[in-house]
């Protein structure tokens, strides 16, 4: 098999070639026909030294089941899944994968490879997002708002369309160009808020109730007071990108009002009891792609994964200004 090794936090990946991985346990190996980036690729990335941590990274990948473990129950060879996978393993920038069978699912089979491919960990997030971290209720959810502050990425883009598919939450994203804008609206977005100046502002001169629910998937140290006062009294918010300065806690107890982090690959990392509830997660995204209540948010591809072409979309994913996912076909040898 083939992989794109990182052996340096800068630069970009080798290809090596390896023996292909064997089956055992819970684990599955995997064909990868198509993968995305995120910005936790940059982040993994960045902590790589030296040879001695080289490391295989990627966490969207979609293919084909070629060798199953003992202890794998519900998949055979042949089968076509898909899955984010485990930050502490080799990752999905190579020709095949080792995965554990518990985290994946079967793929829609109403969908392209890339399309699908962009879905596992921001489907991951967001879900864990709403109906674990935030505990929104979908059958006591009419009078309530949810704000999504930077709705326009990957985690937004599915955060927007699972909160109006399956809630009766009024969904508010926030967004800071016409392109951005369009593309929460084209998503079911209720509402949508200009960012780029002052989120508080503009989100209390729109006349809006405040928010019951915050998920922000931006830069926490510089919308946490902003957030502070946009909650609502007894409010919950979400954070997924980790602080850079020690922030005050004690600015959310007058309103009772919550703060909660959601880390995707907690259950997978720390091998929590209920590690298998990822992959039926996943069961249920196939099942809503296939019933058509999920729109693609895969928004430019690449046909082939190289080195060239996984370092072109890392540079794209560092501007930070994207929309939905970008994804990459397979590497040469698959």
Same mark, same amino acid.
């Given at each position: 098999?083939?992989?794109?090794?990182?052996?340096?936090?800068?630069? @970009?990946?080798?290809?090596? *070639?390896?023996?292909?991985?064997?089956?055992?346990?819970?684990?599955?190996?995997?064909?990868?026909?198509?993968?995305?980036?995120?910005?936790?690729?940059?982040?993994?990335? &960045?902590? =790589?030294?030296?040879?001695?941590?080289?490391?295989?990274?990627?966490?969207?990948?979609?293919?084909? $089941?070629?060798?199953?473990?003992? %202890?794998?129950?519900?998949?055979? !060879?042949?089968?076509?899944?898909?899955?984010?996978?485990?930050?502490?393993?080799?990752?999905?920038?190579?020709?095949?994968?080792?995965?554990?069978?518990? =985290?994946?699912?079967?793929?829609?089979?109403?969908?392209?490879?890339?399309?699908?491919? #962009?879905?596992?960990?921001?489907?991951?997030?967001?879900?864990?997002? +709403?109906?674990?971290?935030?505990?929104?209720?979908? @059958?006591?959810?009419?009078?309530?708002?949810? +704000? =999504?502050?930077?709705?326009?990425?990957?985690?937004? /883009?599915?955060? =927007?369309?699972?909160?109006?598919?399956?809630? *009766?939450?009024? $969904?508010?994203?926030?967004? /800071?160009? !016409?392109?951005?804008? %369009?593309?929460?609206?084209?998503?079911?977005?209720?509402?949508?808020?200009?960012?780029?100046? &002052?989120?508080?502002?503009?989100?209390?001169?729109?006349?809006?109730? #405040?928010?019951?629910?915050?998920?922000?998937?931006?830069?926490?140290?510089?919308?946490?007071?902003?957030?502070?006062?946009?909650?609502? !009294?007894?409010?919950?918010?979400?954070?997924?990108?980790?602080?850079?300065?020690?922030?005050?806690?004690?600015?959310?107890?007058?309103?009772?009002?919550?703060?909660?982090?959601?880390?995707?690959?907690?259950?997978?990392?720390?091998?929590?009891?209920?590690?298998?509830?990822?992959?039926?997660?996943?069961?249920?995204?196939? *099942?809503?792609?296939?019933?058509?209540?999920?729109?693609?948010?895969?928004?430019?591809?690449?046909? %082939?994964?190289?080195?060239?072409?996984?370092?072109? #979309?890392?540079? +794209?994913?560092? %501007?930070?200004?994207?929309?939905?996912?970008?994804?990459?076909? !397979?590497?040469?040898?698959?």
């Amino acid at each position: 098999m083939q992989a794109l090794l990182f052996d340096s936090a800068a630069g @970009t990946a080798q290809v090596i *070639n390896k023996p292909t991985p064997l089956a055992s346990g819970y684990d599955v190996v995997v064909s990868v026909e198509a993968v995305a980036v995120n910005p936790v690729d940059l982040k993994v990335k &960045s902590t =790589i030294k030296n040879t001695a941590n080289s490391k295989v990274i990627g966490w969207d990948a979609v293919g084909t $089941v070629i060798e199953i473990g003992e %202890q794998c129950e519900g998949f055979q !060879p042949g089968d076509k899944v898909f899955y984010a996978g485990d930050v502490s393993r080799d990752g999905s920038y190579a020709s095949h994968q080792l995965v554990d069978s518990r =985290i994946i699912a079967k793929a829609p089979v109403s969908w392209q490879a890339e399309q699908i491919a #962009a879905l596992p960990l921001v489907s991951l997030t967001a879900w864990e997002c +709403l109906f674990e971290r935030l505990k929104i209720d979908p @059958t006591n959810s009419a009078d309530k708002t949810l +704000l =999504i502050i930077g709705a326009a990425g990957g985690v937004g /883009s599915i955060a =927007i369309q699972l909160a109006k598919q399956l809630t *009766n939450l009024t $969904v508010i994203a926030s967004a /800071s160009r !016409p392109e951005s804008t %369009q593309w929460c609206k084209k998503l079911g977005a209720d509402y949508v808020i200009n960012h780029h100046d &002052s989120l508080q502002q503009n989100y209390q001169a729109a006349g809006l109730p #405040a928010p019951d629910y915050i998920l922000c998937l931006n830069d926490s140290d510089f919308y946490y007071p902003q957030m502070v006062e946009l909650i609502a !009294p007894q409010g919950l918010i979400a954070l997924v990108v980790s602080f850079q300065h020690p922030v005050d806690l004690n600015l959310l107890k007058n309103k009772s009002a919550g703060l909660v982090w959601e880390f995707m690959f907690t259950r997978p990392l720390m091998k929590t009891e209920d590690l298998a509830h990822q992959g039926e997660i996943l069961q249920r995204i196939a *099942n809503m792609v296939d019933s058509n209540q999920l729109q693609p948010i895969s928004q430019q591809h690449f046909n %082939q994964l190289t080195a060239e072409t996984l370092d072109n #979309a890392h540079q +794209l994913v560092h %501007q930070g200004r994207t929309i939905g996912k970008i994804t990459l076909g !397979p590497m040469a040898d698959t």
